[in-house]
């Protein structure tokens, strides 16, 4: 197996993991369900685990399609970058609710405040998981390109 395919084999695990851990952590909050809370928080620690080997494979997985047809440098430099912000969210997602599971264990009940800020800030973290699988999909999707097209042999042609 190369790093390529354990990339693309392990990137889903952040994306839909934090999206599951909002979800589980909304619904905690609207139960008022210190477990459900508590389960979300569990999500955010092992989405920000597998982020580490995502992120570290991306580098050689960048080299492996480099020179593939139809690759552009450009779109993965923006995924690279985008994954930087999305690392870093989950990291500190992860470890503020590894804390908060810490603090709050043995029958002590999760504040609210705590819960909310969860929410907001795996919301956002979210939001830049899909925002950087999106960048990754145009690497070799060009059908999901957003308006800035680069020139194909068929355009090259016509001038």
């Known amino acids: 197996m190369t790093a390529t395919h354990f990339h693309l084999i392990l990137n889903h ?3 839909l993991g934090t999206a599951f851990g909002l979800g589980l952590l909304a619904f905690g909050l ?6 459900l809370k508590k389960a979300a928080l569990g999500v955010f620690v092992i989405v920000a685990i597998t982020t580490i080997p995502v992120y570290l494979t991306g580098e050689p997985a960048e080299d492996g399609v480099a020179l593939l047809p139809g690759v552009s440098k450009a779109y993965m430099e923006r995924h690279e970058e985008a994954a930087g912000f999305s690392f870093a969210g989950g990291t500190v997602l992860g470890v503020v609710s590894l804390a908060a599971l810490l603090f709050f264990r043995r029958g002590r009940l999760l504040p609210i405040w705590v819960g909310s800020s969860l929410l907001a800030a795996s ?3 979210s939001g830049l998981m899909a925002w950087t699988a999106n ?3 145009q690497i070799r999707h060009s059908e999901i ?3 800035d097209v680069l020139p194909s042999a068929a355009n090259e042609r016509d001038r």
């Not at 609207?30 to 477990?35: E, G, Q, T, V």
């Open 145 to 147: 390109h957003t308006g």
């Open 30 to 35: 609207w139960r008022k369900s210190d477990d």
């Open 135 to 137: 960048l990754g999909g």
């Open 123 to 125: 919301l956002i973290v």
């Open 13 to 15: 695990i952040p994306v």
